[in-house]
Protein backbone atom coordinates (compact mmCIF):
# COMPACT_ATOMS: atom_id res chain seq x y z
CA UNK A 1 0.00 0.00 0.00
CA UNK A 2 1.07 3.69 -0.57
CA UNK A 3 1.83 5.17 2.73
CA UNK A 4 0.55 8.42 0.97
CA UNK A 5 -2.84 6.78 1.00
CA UNK A 6 -2.86 5.21 4.38
CA UNK A 7 -5.23 5.58 7.18
CA UNK A 8 -4.65 3.72 10.53
CA UNK A 9 -7.54 3.64 13.20
CA UNK A 10 -7.24 2.97 17.30
CA UNK A 11 -10.27 1.66 19.02
CA UNK A 12 -8.98 3.26 22.52
CA UNK A 13 -6.54 4.89 20.97
CA UNK A 14 -6.56 7.55 24.01
CA UNK A 15 -5.60 5.03 26.95
CA UNK A 16 -2.69 3.81 28.27
CA UNK A 17 -1.05 1.85 25.87
CA UNK A 18 -3.03 2.67 22.23
CA UNK A 19 -1.83 6.20 23.49
CA UNK A 20 1.85 5.06 23.47
CA UNK A 21 1.45 3.15 20.04
CA UNK A 22 -0.05 6.54 18.46
CA UNK A 23 2.84 8.59 19.93
CA UNK A 24 5.11 5.88 18.23
CA UNK A 25 3.43 6.00 14.96
CA UNK A 26 3.41 10.16 15.31
CA UNK A 27 7.39 10.16 15.74
CA UNK A 28 8.88 7.48 12.96
CA UNK A 29 9.46 8.64 9.60
CA UNK A 30 8.23 5.20 8.34
CA UNK A 31 4.36 6.35 8.93
CA UNK A 32 5.21 10.19 8.02
CA UNK A 33 2.62 10.62 5.28
CA UNK A 34 -0.24 8.29 7.15
CA UNK A 35 -3.58 9.81 8.39
CA UNK A 36 -4.65 8.40 12.31
CA UNK A 37 -8.12 8.34 13.32
CA UNK A 38 -8.68 7.31 17.19
CA UNK A 39 -11.76 6.31 19.41
CA UNK A 40 -12.29 7.33 22.65
CA UNK A 41 -15.65 6.43 25.03
CA UNK A 42 -15.64 8.90 28.03
CA UNK A 43 -12.35 10.95 27.75
CA UNK A 44 -11.66 12.76 24.65
CA UNK A 45 -7.95 13.88 24.56
CA UNK A 46 -7.16 17.50 25.45
CA UNK A 47 -4.77 17.69 22.39
CA UNK A 48 -3.66 15.76 18.85
CA UNK A 49 -1.57 16.43 16.45
CA UNK A 50 -2.70 17.94 12.71
CA UNK A 51 -1.96 13.99 11.56
CA UNK A 52 -4.65 13.19 13.76
CA UNK A 53 -8.65 13.14 14.10
CA UNK A 54 -10.98 12.09 16.89
CA UNK A 55 -14.19 10.39 16.91
CA UNK A 56 -16.49 8.23 19.64
CA UNK A 57 -18.12 6.22 16.26
CA UNK A 58 -15.83 3.17 15.93
CA UNK A 59 -17.85 2.03 12.85
CA UNK A 60 -17.63 5.72 11.20
CA UNK A 61 -13.66 5.12 12.42
CA UNK A 62 -13.59 1.54 10.18
CA UNK A 63 -15.25 2.95 7.47
CA UNK A 64 -12.26 5.76 7.58
CA UNK A 65 -9.35 3.10 8.02
CA UNK A 66 -7.21 0.64 5.85
CA UNK A 67 -6.49 -0.86 9.28
CA UNK A 68 -7.63 -0.91 12.58
CA UNK A 69 -5.57 -1.30 15.92
CA UNK A 70 -7.66 -2.87 18.71
CA UNK A 71 -6.28 -1.15 21.82
CA UNK A 72 -9.86 -1.13 24.47
CA UNK A 73 -9.20 -3.76 27.45
CA UNK A 74 -10.68 -7.21 27.16
CA UNK A 75 -13.81 -6.64 29.45
CA UNK A 76 -14.69 -3.72 26.66
CA UNK A 77 -13.98 -5.79 23.94
CA UNK A 78 -17.21 -7.64 23.90
CA UNK A 79 -19.05 -3.74 23.67
CA UNK A 80 -17.06 -3.01 20.66
CA UNK A 81 -19.42 -3.30 17.86
CA UNK A 82 -18.03 -3.29 14.53
CA UNK A 83 -18.18 -4.57 10.96
CA UNK A 84 -14.56 -4.26 9.81
CA UNK A 85 -15.46 -6.18 6.25
CA UNK A 86 -12.43 -7.76 6.06
CA UNK A 87 -10.17 -4.93 6.69
CA UNK A 88 -6.95 -5.85 8.73
CA UNK A 89 -6.95 -5.69 12.57
CA UNK A 90 -4.57 -5.38 14.82
CA UNK A 91 -5.45 -6.50 18.48
CA UNK A 92 -2.85 -5.74 21.54
CA UNK A 93 -5.99 -7.16 23.80
CA UNK A 94 -4.96 -9.65 26.68
CA UNK A 95 -6.26 -12.87 25.98
CA UNK A 96 -8.80 -12.25 23.06
CA UNK A 97 -7.98 -14.92 20.51
CA UNK A 98 -7.78 -14.36 17.16
CA UNK A 99 -10.85 -16.33 16.70
CA UNK A 100 -12.98 -13.99 18.70
CA UNK A 101 -11.78 -10.82 17.19
CA UNK A 102 -12.47 -12.64 13.75
CA UNK A 103 -16.09 -13.81 14.76
CA UNK A 104 -16.88 -10.64 16.50
CA UNK A 105 -15.28 -7.86 13.71
CA UNK A 106 -16.08 -9.25 10.98
CA UNK A 107 -12.94 -10.11 9.57
CA UNK A 108 -10.67 -12.67 8.71
CA UNK A 109 -7.02 -11.17 8.40
CA UNK A 110 -5.98 -10.88 12.34
CA UNK A 111 -3.27 -10.03 13.75
CA UNK A 112 -2.78 -10.84 17.26
CA UNK A 113 -0.05 -9.06 19.30
CA UNK A 114 0.97 -8.47 23.19
CA UNK A 115 2.85 -5.15 23.52
CA UNK A 116 3.89 -4.00 26.77
CA UNK A 117 4.03 -0.49 29.08
CA UNK A 118 7.33 0.42 27.89
CA UNK A 119 5.49 0.90 24.67
CA UNK A 120 5.19 4.77 26.23
CA UNK A 121 9.20 5.44 25.75
CA UNK A 122 9.13 3.15 22.54
CA UNK A 123 11.03 0.71 24.45
CA UNK A 124 8.16 -2.28 24.36
CA UNK A 125 9.23 -5.80 22.93
CA UNK A 126 5.91 -6.98 20.98
CA UNK A 127 5.36 -10.70 20.05
CA UNK A 128 2.53 -10.69 17.02
CA UNK A 129 0.48 -13.85 15.93
CA UNK A 130 -1.03 -13.97 12.13
CA UNK A 131 -4.48 -15.32 10.88
CA UNK A 132 -3.80 -17.65 8.05
CA UNK A 133 -6.14 -14.93 5.76
CA UNK A 134 -3.28 -12.13 6.29
CA UNK A 135 -1.50 -11.48 2.75
CA UNK A 136 2.50 -11.35 2.58
CA UNK A 137 1.23 -7.14 1.63
CA UNK A 138 -0.45 -7.07 5.01
CA UNK A 139 2.05 -8.95 6.89
CA UNK A 140 5.01 -6.53 5.69
CA UNK A 141 3.98 -3.79 7.52
CA UNK A 142 3.67 -5.41 11.13
CA UNK A 143 7.50 -5.43 11.96
CA UNK A 144 7.48 -1.79 10.73
CA UNK A 145 4.24 -0.34 12.78
CA UNK A 146 5.41 -2.30 16.03
CA UNK A 147 9.15 -1.05 15.98
CA UNK A 148 7.89 2.76 15.67
CA UNK A 149 7.44 1.82 19.66
CA UNK A 150 9.90 -0.88 20.42
CA UNK A 151 10.75 -4.22 18.62
CA UNK A 152 8.67 -7.41 17.54
CA UNK A 153 8.99 -11.09 16.92
CA UNK A 154 6.28 -13.20 15.01
CA UNK A 155 5.13 -16.30 16.53
CA UNK A 156 4.01 -19.24 14.73
CA UNK A 157 1.27 -20.77 17.36
CA UNK A 158 -1.07 -18.32 18.87
CA UNK A 159 -0.63 -19.45 22.42
CA UNK A 160 2.86 -17.98 22.47
CA UNK A 161 1.03 -14.89 22.57
CA UNK A 162 -0.90 -16.43 25.80
CA UNK A 163 2.50 -17.22 27.65
CA UNK A 164 4.29 -14.53 26.11
CA UNK A 165 1.74 -12.14 28.13
CA UNK A 166 3.13 -13.34 31.06
CA UNK A 167 6.55 -13.13 30.48
CA UNK A 168 7.03 -9.62 28.37
CA UNK A 169 3.60 -8.47 28.27
CA UNK A 170 3.46 -8.05 32.36
CA UNK A 171 7.82 -8.17 32.61
CA UNK A 172 7.86 -4.59 33.05
CA UNK A 173 6.14 -4.83 36.15
CA UNK A 174 8.79 -7.88 37.49
CA UNK A 175 11.73 -5.82 37.68
CA UNK A 176 10.04 -3.10 39.41
CA UNK A 177 8.55 -5.63 41.87
CA UNK A 178 12.11 -6.67 42.54
CA UNK A 179 13.24 -2.30 43.14
CA UNK A 180 10.77 -2.28 45.45
CA UNK A 181 11.62 -5.59 46.93
CA UNK A 182 15.66 -3.90 47.25
CA UNK A 183 14.49 -0.59 48.46
CA UNK A 184 12.27 -2.16 51.36
CA UNK A 185 15.29 -4.14 52.32
CA UNK A 186 17.16 -0.91 52.40
CA UNK A 187 14.70 1.02 54.18
CA UNK A 188 14.44 -2.20 57.11
CA UNK A 189 18.64 -1.41 57.16
CA UNK A 190 17.59 2.18 58.29
CA UNK A 191 18.74 4.11 55.22
CA UNK A 192 17.51 7.13 53.94
CA UNK A 193 14.43 6.70 51.63
CA UNK A 194 15.65 8.88 48.86
CA UNK A 195 19.14 7.02 48.90
CA UNK A 196 17.08 3.51 48.79
CA UNK A 197 14.81 4.05 46.51
CA UNK A 198 17.70 5.70 44.09
CA UNK A 199 20.13 3.16 44.80
CA UNK A 200 17.22 0.15 43.30
CA UNK A 201 16.06 1.88 40.17
CA UNK A 202 20.05 2.90 39.20
CA UNK A 203 20.31 -0.95 39.60
CA UNK A 204 17.33 -2.04 37.41
CA UNK A 205 18.44 0.52 35.05
CA UNK A 206 22.28 -0.39 34.82
CA UNK A 207 21.50 -3.98 35.00
CA UNK A 208 19.40 -3.49 31.85
CA UNK A 209 22.69 -1.88 30.05
CA UNK A 210 24.57 -4.92 31.29
CA UNK A 211 22.56 -7.21 29.67
CA UNK A 212 22.88 -5.31 26.51
CA UNK A 213 26.55 -5.36 26.28
CA UNK A 214 26.50 -8.83 27.11
CA UNK A 215 24.52 -9.72 24.02
CA UNK A 216 21.46 -10.12 25.99
CA UNK A 217 22.55 -13.49 28.36
CA UNK A 218 21.27 -13.14 31.25
CA UNK A 219 22.90 -16.43 32.66
CA UNK A 220 26.60 -14.83 31.46
CA UNK A 221 26.00 -12.26 33.72
CA UNK A 222 24.94 -14.25 36.75
CA UNK A 223 27.66 -16.50 35.68
CA UNK A 224 30.68 -13.88 36.50
CA UNK A 225 28.96 -13.24 40.05
CA UNK A 226 28.98 -16.57 41.15
CA UNK A 227 32.63 -17.27 40.00
CA UNK A 228 33.92 -14.18 41.48
CA UNK A 229 32.70 -15.68 45.08
CA UNK A 230 31.75 -12.42 46.45
CA UNK A 231 29.30 -10.92 48.09
CA UNK A 232 26.80 -11.05 45.12
CA UNK A 233 27.56 -14.76 45.02
CA UNK A 234 26.68 -14.82 48.43
CA UNK A 235 22.97 -12.60 47.79
CA UNK A 236 22.93 -14.83 44.86
CA UNK A 237 22.91 -18.34 46.60
CA UNK A 238 20.77 -16.94 49.39
CA UNK A 239 17.45 -15.38 46.82
CA UNK A 240 18.21 -19.01 44.93
CA UNK A 241 17.71 -21.10 48.78
CA UNK A 242 14.91 -19.08 49.57
CA UNK A 243 12.92 -19.94 46.13
CA UNK A 244 13.42 -16.86 43.86
CA UNK A 245 13.59 -18.69 40.39
CA UNK A 246 10.36 -20.95 41.48
CA UNK A 247 8.23 -17.65 42.96
CA UNK A 248 9.46 -15.93 39.42
CA UNK A 249 7.98 -19.45 37.43
CA UNK A 250 5.06 -19.42 39.65
CA UNK A 251 4.18 -15.85 39.00
CA UNK A 252 4.73 -16.33 35.61
CA UNK A 253 2.09 -19.54 35.32
CA UNK A 254 0.07 -17.39 37.08
CA UNK A 255 0.11 -14.29 34.68
CA UNK A 256 -0.72 -17.29 31.99
CA UNK A 257 -3.54 -18.98 32.86
CA UNK A 258 -5.29 -15.66 33.23
CA UNK A 259 -4.18 -14.54 29.95
CA UNK A 260 -6.17 -17.96 29.39
CA UNK A 261 -9.39 -17.42 30.90
CA UNK A 262 -9.66 -13.30 30.41
CA UNK A 263 -11.92 -13.34 27.53
CA UNK A 264 -13.45 -16.87 28.04
N1 LIG B 1 -1.15 -1.14 29.45
C1 LIG B 1 -0.30 -2.13 29.15
O1 LIG B 1 0.85 -2.17 29.61
C2 LIG B 1 -0.70 -3.20 28.18
C3 LIG B 1 0.27 -4.09 27.71
C4 LIG B 1 -0.10 -5.07 26.78
C5 LIG B 1 -1.39 -5.15 26.35
N2 LIG B 1 -2.31 -4.28 26.83
C6 LIG B 1 -3.69 -4.40 26.34
O2 LIG B 1 -4.02 -3.17 25.72
C7 LIG B 1 -5.42 -2.93 25.84
C8 LIG B 1 -5.61 -1.51 26.36
O3 LIG B 1 -5.04 -1.44 27.64
P1 LIG B 1 -4.72 -0.06 28.37
O4 LIG B 1 -3.83 -0.40 29.50
O5 LIG B 1 -4.28 0.96 27.37
O6 LIG B 1 -6.16 0.31 28.94
P2 LIG B 1 -6.81 1.76 29.15
O7 LIG B 1 -5.77 2.74 29.56
O8 LIG B 1 -7.99 1.56 30.04
O9 LIG B 1 -7.28 2.17 27.69
C9 LIG B 1 -8.40 1.60 27.09
C10 LIG B 1 -9.07 2.68 26.31
O10 LIG B 1 -10.17 2.10 25.63
C11 LIG B 1 -11.18 3.09 25.59
N3 LIG B 1 -12.48 2.47 25.28
C12 LIG B 1 -13.18 1.60 26.02
N4 LIG B 1 -14.33 1.28 25.39
C13 LIG B 1 -14.32 1.96 24.23
C14 LIG B 1 -15.21 2.06 23.14
N5 LIG B 1 -16.38 1.40 23.12
N6 LIG B 1 -14.88 2.86 22.11
C15 LIG B 1 -13.72 3.55 22.09
N7 LIG B 1 -12.82 3.50 23.09
C16 LIG B 1 -13.13 2.71 24.14
C17 LIG B 1 -11.14 3.74 26.95
O11 LIG B 1 -11.73 5.00 26.87
P3 LIG B 1 -12.31 5.77 28.16
O12 LIG B 1 -11.13 5.99 29.08
O13 LIG B 1 -12.85 7.02 27.57
O14 LIG B 1 -13.34 4.88 28.79
C18 LIG B 1 -9.63 3.81 27.19
O15 LIG B 1 -9.10 5.03 26.74
C19 LIG B 1 -5.96 -4.00 26.80
O16 LIG B 1 -6.68 -4.96 26.07
C20 LIG B 1 -4.73 -4.62 27.42
O17 LIG B 1 -4.90 -5.99 27.68
C21 LIG B 1 -2.01 -3.30 27.72
Not at 193 to 210: D, Q
Request: contains cysteine; negative net charge; glycine residues 8%.
Amino acid sequence: MNDKQRVIGVIGGTGWLGAAIVNGILQSHDFANTRLIVSYRTHAPRETSAQVSVTQDNQYLVEQSDMVILSVRPQDWPAINIDLKGKLVISVMAGITAAQISEGAHTSKVIRSLPNAAASINESYTPWFASQACSTDDLSIIPTLFNTFGTEDQCEIEDDIDYLTAISGAGPAYPALLAQALEESALTHGLPRHIARHAANAVIRGSGGLLEDLNSYPEQLVNVFENYGGTTAAGLISMRQAGFIKAVDQGVNAAYQRAKTLGR
